[in-house]
């Protein structure tokens, strides 16, 4: 198994720009989750989805923020317009139906010039 | 509780030697908890977990201890190698809710 694929691994971009974050998670596994990791705030749960629908999504920090899910093998995460302060590591993670166990991706490093 | 600061708690540890990586919970709710390890530019990684009806669990070379009383989990290495050098979180969630909550994590050097 290719385990959870994340694109792109780098992302430089001007504040202002709309940035696209995409992953694959693992075939089979129904649970799908970004999460975002900086140095002052650790790894944070965003959003997460079971079998493509958005179950929590407290953690998306504004408005500028949204995640899609359009079926089970595809997950954009979506920031427009892209701030500073946004610049984090975005991981994706996938878990099999009825298991906490989570298996992430690589992740996207982000950087807001 | 929230996972806030600029500095990771370090553990240096002489290759060979036991590692204890220790980790306090708040949320008394919480029934399953997960060690996660994290080497420089990956993603976490599992390596064990527990139930909260257990108080220990062994997989190879990590046992995992956990004290329901003062709300407290660690995690021992055996023998800690330099491939065991990372960032190691754990992590909680209750309810089979899939919320997974992770603490601040440990940095774990280990010296040759």
């Known amino acids: 198994d290719a385990g959870v694929i994340q694109s792109p691994r780098h992302e430089v971009t001007e504040m202002g720009q709309e940035v696209t974050l995409r992953c694959k998670p693992i075939s089979g596994h129904n649970s799908l989750f970004w999460y975002r990791q900086t140095m002052m705030r650790g790894l944070e749960l965003l959003i997460y989805?079971?079998?493509?629908?958005?179950?929590?999504d407290s953690g998306m920090p504004e408005d500028r923020f949204s995640a899609k899910m359009p079926n089970a093998s595809f997950s954009t995460l979506k920031i427009q317009p892209s701030e500073p302060r946004d610049s984090a590591v975005y991981f994706c993670?996938?878990?099999?139906?009825?298991?906490?166990?989570?298996?992430f991706g690589s992740g996207t490093q982000l950087s807001v010039l | 509780g929230e996972s806030v600061g600029l500095h990771l708690p370090t553990l240096s540890v002489q290759e060979g030697d036991n590692s204890i990586i220790n980790c306090a919970y708040s949320n008394s709710a919480s029934d399953y908890f997960i060690w996660y390890k994290q080497e420089s530019g990956k993603g976490p990684q599992f390596i064990i977990d527990i139930r909260s009806n257990m108080d220990k669990r062994q997989g190879q070379r990590v046992t995992v201890l956990l004290n329901k009383t003062v709300k407290h989990l660690s995690l021992q290495i055996a023998a800690t190698q330099p491939g065991d050098s990372a960032v190691y979180f754990c992590?909680?969630?209750?309810?089979?809710?899939?919320?997974?909550?992770f603490g601040i994590g440990t940095k774990l050097q280990v010296i040759p």
């Open positions: 992590a909680g969630t209750s309810g089979g809710y899939q919320k997974v909550t």
């Open positions: 989805f079971n079998n493509n629908v958005p179950i929590d």
């Open positions: 993670a996938s878990s099999p139906a009825g298991n906490e166990k989570l298996f």
